[in-house]
């Protein structure tokens, strides 16, 4: 079983409908990352959380730790939104301290 | 600032043959790591810095090597390259004390193909 599971793997939107991708994680962390990889490819972090909630334009993202748990949100979705979204999680300081173990990503898109 | 750039953008080796992949940094970033992406699969960690001189083992390390000897850099080599090492690779950085503090900064990738 992967420690980082995504959900949805795909996602397919009306441009204007309200997003949710959610991240489930099964091991203790220290912080909790949303990242947004382009169809080119380039790879860019949206958030990094370890409690709470942070916002950033259209973009919310919570995480949940007593239910090891993280949802990233898009209100008004836009094609320009089409991308993978990535969910990655790293292990508390003192550990591995380069390691961020990745979830999958969900790959979405947002028709007009 | 340029980020995180990394060369080449694509490259074909064959079998056997080696070659450096070239990470550089303009950030002054202590944490450097260089990542494998595989089609459906998440991002595995290959190596990692914490700074200059300093190098440690990520989750699938066999058949590469790293080196540091300047914050700046962090190159990737392969040695005799396999079929099994054709991914994107990602080269990242980012503030001490690493993920669980800072976000990382990715470079555009590095999609090599070996046959």
């Known amino acids: 079983k992967n420690e980082v599971e995504q959900s949805p793997q795909n996602l397919t939107a009306q441009e204007g409908e309200f997003i949710t991708i959610n991240c489930s994680y099964s091991?203790?962390?220290?912080?909790l990352h949303w990242l947004q990889q382009h169809p080119g490819g380039g790879i860019v972090s949206l958030f990094m959380l370890s409690s709470g909630k942070k916002k950033h334009g259209r973009l919310i993202a919570t995480i949940n730790i007593q239910e090891k748990h993280s949802s990233l949100h898009i209100t008004a979705s836009h094609p320009r939104d089409s991308a993978v979204y990535i969910c990655a999680v790293a292990l508390p300081y003192g550990g591995s301290q380069g390691n961020l173990i990745f979830g999958k990503g969900t790959k979405l898109s947002v028709k007009p | 600032n340029a980020g995180v750039t990394q060369t080449p953008k694509f490259r074909i080796l064959k079998i056997g043959q080696s070659m450096t992949l070239q990470c550089t940094q303009d950030?002054?970033?202590?944490?450097m790591y260089w990542y494998r992406q595989d089609p459906g699969m998440g991002l595995k960690l290959i190596y990692y810095s914490v700074g200059a001189g300093i190098t440690d083992k990520g989750e699938v390390p066999n058949g590469y090597n790293v080196s540091r000897s300047t914050t700046e850099d962090f190159p990737l080599r392969l040695e005799l390259a396999a079929p099994s090492q054709t991914s994107v690779y990602f080269c990242?950085?980012?503030?001490?004390?690493?993920?669980?503090?800072?976000?990382?900064?990715f470079g555009p990738g590095t999609r090599l193909t070996v046959t």
């Open positions: 950030m002054n970033h202590n944490y």
């Open positions: 091991v203790g962390i220290s912080a």
């Open positions: 990242a950085s980012s503030f001490y004390p690493g993920p669980s503090s800072y976000e990382q900064y």
